[in-house]
Each structure stands twice: as C-alpha cells, then as structure tokens.
C-alpha cells in the first residue's frame, strides 16, 4: 500500500517574495505511488449541460466536473431557461426544453474564466431570435472573439464587442438563421462547436471545414444525444463536420471522463520526481487529446494505457506512469491541436530532460487564458532554466535533471501556469512559489490536497 499520509506543508520562509493572498509554495516531493483520479473532463463537462439544455426531457450527467467554468455554463443554461439540478457527488440532472426552446435571459451571463463556455453559448444564443449579453473576468475580456462573431454574422447573428471583438458582447440571436458552410482560418475546437451549435437551429446542413483536426467532443456528443451529424474528407486533406438542423434531441445519461488535461499534472509529476510509479484511472484518451502522451514518449517516458474502454462515446484507460531519464524532442506544429493546453506542463518536463526541447507553432498559446507562450517562458526563467522565445514557440535547455527552482512565478489568472509550476516546485532543488492559485479551481478543483496525497509539499504562502 502507497503511504497517503500527506508530506508536511513547505515552509513560509522558502516562500519567493511573494506571501499572504493566494500564493502558493511548492518544494521537493517524495516519490509518486500508488493510483488516482483525476476530475472529469471540462471540455465534455460544458458540452454535456448545453446538449442536455437543448435536449427534450431529463438528462443526467454523472462525474461532471464540479469546477468554477462548468458553473459558469450551468448558470447561463439556467439564464436560458434550462433547468439544471446536482444530485450528488458528480451527478448533475438537466432538463432541456428543446432546440429553439431557450428564452432572453434577463441579466448579464458571467462565463467567469471560460473561453468554452462563452464560445459555445455564443454559437447556441446566435440561432435564437434574442438578445444576450455576455462577459467574464479580465482574463477572459481580453480574448479575441472575433473568431466566432465571424461565422456567426453570416449566420445572421449580429454582434456588439468592445474594440479588438472582446467582452462585454452583445448577442443578437438570427430570428432566421441560415445555414453556412465555413472554413476555420485557425484549428479551434471551440469556433467549430459554436457554429455547429448555432446551426442545430437553422435549417438544412449546417458545415464546418476543418483544415487540420481539432478536439471532436462535440460532434461525439450531437451524435450521442441523436444529431445527423455526418464526417467526411475535404478535397484539401481536411474534413468536413455537417450538422442537420431542427433535430429533436433525445436526453441521455452520460458518465464524464476523467480530463487529460487535468492528468497531465500528475503525469508530468511521476515522470520527473525521481523514484515515482503512478496509474492515473479513467482518463479520457480521445485522439485529439493525446499529443501530450505521445510527445513524452518520444521523449523516453515509461506511458502505459490499459484497461481500454469507453464512457460517454469517447474512449478512456488508466495510464501508468514511471519516473525515468529523458530526453529533449522537436514537437511538431501540427501535433498543437491535440495538446493546445499541455504545453506549460510540458516545457516543465522538458526543463527536466536532458538537451534542447523545441515547442513550435504555438500562435494559439497567445491568446488563451493568459499569453502562455509569455507566462511559460517567464516562469522557466523564475526556475533557473534557460529558455528562447520565439514568436511562435519555445526552446528550453533541460539539464537532465531537476531545474534549480527558488522563483516566483507570475500566474496571470491562468490556472494551468499555477499548475505547471507547482509541479516543476516538486523536482526542482528550491521550492518554487506561484502569486496566485485561486484559478485552479476553474478545471482542477481539489488540485492541491490530491497532489499533497501523492506526496507532494504545496502550501499557502
Ligand atoms: C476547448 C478547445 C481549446 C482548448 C480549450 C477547450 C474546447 O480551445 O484550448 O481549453 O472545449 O473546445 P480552442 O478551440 O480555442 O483551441
């Protein structure tokens, strides 16, 4: 039996300049044993409230991710008119009220921290004949929007942004919405869903063209709640995603996957504190989702994925992991879109590993919860690790060993930046200290004390 007694809280006085508040601080970690789960996924968290909103009937989602994006969703759902329940740990029952059933809520949606959660309810709130309005916190007012009021204009939606296309938005729903067939300029998942959502209430074939994959959560989900949703070749090499309009939703019940977003933290952690043998149980391993795993194996990582299975149309194992040398790797553009958000964690493990690690074609890092390519290779900086940043991506020289550590790390409301270095804080010589961990309960609810378990050392500043 792995020991679960939680390693005492690192010391104050180890704290990097920065006390009191929200700071975190992060020092040296026993070996990783044993096994654990991880919260269910957020992509198909916010997905799994917006199709059983729209859905006729009672729908009941098990392992939702109880995260402040996810309620941010539920919220606005609610705003719509849906009526949205917990009945339990994890369980959650919507009761949708149809395509085209949702009504002008009479206040301001605040989606928080939630670039999804915003993104899709725009596409679902711009084939409604209604006005609504929208914002979120000042990480989420500065992301472009402009990439979904795009398609959606064409759509007949119209839009009011701030300059640059960025929250407070005003929605206003097409009374008639027509069908469209656009082509993403950028391989976004979430532009694809908005406007496959938005095209649920239009008539005809709705299509997107997609010119590189990106995550395909949502068109697993329409086709588990019933959609025609049809997948075909584009004669470019891409594909092409087509929705039918007007369907009747049939309500499911549904059980969540574990985020590989989320495992990514514990992975990464078993790979680089020394002596660490981790299974991480019931996560979901849809293959655009697994750039990650397959980049850390090209990197020499001991990954294993058993017990293959499936929950909720998407396939899910336990992934065992082993602590072992590795060595740096070039990762190629295209592999972005299936690990767009593993990248802060992975220059972690690549300041770890022995040699040069080239991260490319990360234009999109710029624009998430915080510039990431920024606050990634300012973070590497904090630790001690050399680090390039160019444009468009990151070299980081890793020692073959742990990073010096002992800075502090500026979070930028991004809780995958708290995250990654808190991680780095367990294998680094000197403790690590992050500004701010109030944001990591926007996808990892609980990330401190499950780590704490495993054998790490966080604590408040
Ligand atoms: C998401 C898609 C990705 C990802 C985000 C979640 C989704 O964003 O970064 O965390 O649920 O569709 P983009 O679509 O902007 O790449």
């Known amino acids: 039996m792995p020991d679960t007694t939680p390693t005492p809280p690192a ?55 109880e995260s402040a994006d996810v309620a941010a969703t539920a919220a606005a759902l609610r705003a719509l008119g849906a009526v949205i329940e917990r009945a339990g740990d994890g369980s959650w029952v919507v009761h949708g009220v149809g395509v085209g059933g949702l009504a002008e809520p009479d206040g301001v949606l605040d989606l928080g921290n939630s670039g999804t959660a915003v993104r899709l309810l725009a ?44 929250l407070p938005l005003a929605v206003i729903g097409a009374a008639q919405p027509m069908p469209i067939e656009y082509r993403l300029p950028v391989a976004s998942a979430q532009v694809k869903s908005a406007v496959l959502l938005a095209g649920l209430n239009a008539p005809g074939e709705t299509r997107v063209v997609e010119p590189a994959p990106s995550r395909d959560h949502t068109e697993r989900m329409l ?53 660490s043998d981790l299974v991480i149980e019931g996560v979901g391993i849809n293959p655009g989702r697994i ?25 899910v ?12 790797v070039d990762v190629p553009a295209a592999r972005a879109p299936s690990m767009i958000d593993e990248y802060p964690i992975l220059s972690v493990v690549a300041a770890c590993a022995e040699g040069t690690t080239r991260l490319n074609g990360l234009a999109e890092l710029r624009v998430k919860e915080s510039d990431r390519l920024g606050a990634t290779a300012a973070g590497l900086r904090a630790a001690g690790v050399s680090v390039t940043e160019r444009d468009h991506g990151l070299d980081i020289e890793g020692r073959g060993g742990p ?22 804080g367990m294998a680094s010589e000197k403790p690590m200290t992050v500004d701010d961990g109030s944001m990591i309960g926007t996808s990892y609810p609980g990330f401190v004390d499950a780590m704490n378990v495993l054998g790490a050392s966080i604590a408040p500043c």
């Open 11 to 65: 010391r104050r006085e180890d704290c990097a300049g920065e006390r009191g508040s929200h700071a975190l601080i992060s020092s040296a970690a026993g070996s990783l044993e044993g096994s654990c789960a991880v919260p269910g996924d957020k992509s198909i968290s916010h997905r799994a409230l917006m199709l059983g909103a729209l859905a006729v009937g009672e729908s009941r989602v098990r392992g939702l991710l």
């Open 317 to 328: 194992a336990d992934i065992a992991v082993r602590a072992g040398p590795l060595r740096a």
């Open 403 to 424: 990073p010096p550590g002992g800075g502090l790390v500026a979070t930028e409301l991004d809780h995958r930046i708290a995250m990654a270095f808190l991680i780095l």
């Open 123 to 166: 596409g679902i709130c711009a084939s409604h004949g209604f006005t609504t309005f929208m914002t979120g916190d000042r990480s989420l007012r500065r992301r472009p929007m402009g990439r979904i009021i795009e398609p959606l204009e064409r759509m007949g939606a119209s839009f009011e942004a701030r300059s640059g296309g960025r």
């Open 291 to 315: 750039g990650l795993i397959e980049t850390l194996r090209e990197m020499g990582a001991a990954i294993e994925t058993g017990r293959v299975r499936e929950e909720a149309g998407e396939p």
């Open 223 to 275: 086709h588990r709640f019933g959609a025609e949703v049809k997948t075909g070749a584009d004669a470019d090499g891409g594909s092409v995603i087509a929705v039918t309009g007007y369907p009747e939703l049939a309500p499911c019940a549904l059980t969540v996957p574990g985020d590989p977003s989320a495992a990514a933290f514990p992975i990464a952690a078993a790979l680089i504190v020394p002596g």
